[in-house]
């Protein structure tokens, strides 16, 4: 597998459920990130982790929870999810955590909460 | 409150003519701006990006010019292929803060 790649790629989750996405680079970079994008508007960017620490953390409910646990590998932990929650999530991955390194998506998970 | 705006949802151009697809920011002090591609059931990825000392920059096909007293962005596709055809996001940001993206327009390139 080469790039960015991201599993599953659809997720159909209750609102009680827990589950978790996954992403994992093979580029040797060592920043990774989440984005959510829901309906119609911007990709918004949720959590940043340069060198497996996170460095940014954009105000987002506790109900998502990431984890790095290495620099090729990044989850985003779910539970207790509203359905205003469904979006389309991405990770990507740069070489550092430098804002104007280029990020390299992933093709996303499409999740849906009932 | 949308710090980069696409009003365009949609384009439409016929094959072998020129696409514009246009970007506007409200932050004077966004100091890089970027152009990702993206096709369905894929990520966006990078097609070229500009620094704010710049007005263009120019890639094969693709020219992205800057107005800064405008505050505007734009792509130019010369010509449009119909493998163009995909959604266009702007995005933009200053020093290390994180990038902003915009909403998307969405370009069909018809023969």
């Known amino acids: 597998e080469t790039g960015v790649t991201q599993t599953p790629r659809h997720l159909v989750m209750g609102m009680t459920n827990k589950k978790s996405l996954k992403c994992e680079q093979h580029?040797?970079?060592?920043?990774m990130y989440w984005y959510k994008q829901s309906a119609k508007k911007p990709l918004e960017l949720m959590f940043v982790?340069?060198?497996?620490?996170?460095?940014e953390n954009n105000s987002v409910p506790s109900r998502f929870s990431p984890e790095c646990p290495n620099s090729s590998h990044l989850f985003l932990h779910l539970h207790t999810l509203q359905p205003e929650d469904s979006a389309l999530y991405l990770c990507?991955?740069?070489?550092?955590?430098?804002?104007?390194?280029?990020?390299?998506f992933g093709p996303g998970t499409r999740l849906t909460v009932l | 409150d949308q710090q980069v705006k696409q009003n365009s949802p949609s384009l439409s151009v016929q094959e072998g003519r020129i696409s514009i697809l246009n970007c506007d920011y409200t932050?004077?002090?966004?100091?890089?701006f970027l152009w990702y591609k993206k096709y369905p059931a894929e990520g966006p990825t990078f097609l070229i990006s500009?620094?704010?000392?710049?007005d263009k920059n120019e890639d094969g096909r693709f020219t992205v010019f800057l107005n800064k007293s405008a505050k505007h962005l734009s792509l130019h596709i010369v010509p449009s292929q119909p493998g163009d055809s995909a959604v266009y996001f702007c995005?933009?940001?200053?020093?290390?803060?994180?990038?902003?993206f915009g909403t998307g327009t969405r370009l069909q390139v018809f023969p």
């Open positions: 990507a991955s740069s070489i550092t955590g430098v804002s104007t390194d280029t990020q390299y």
């Open positions: 580029l040797g970079h060592n920043a």
């Open positions: 982790y340069n060198f497996k620490e996170q460095t």
């Open positions: 932050n004077s002090m966004f100091d890089y």
């Open positions: 500009i620094s704010s000392i710049k």
């Open positions: 995005a933009a940001n200053r020093n290390t803060d994180k990038l902003i």
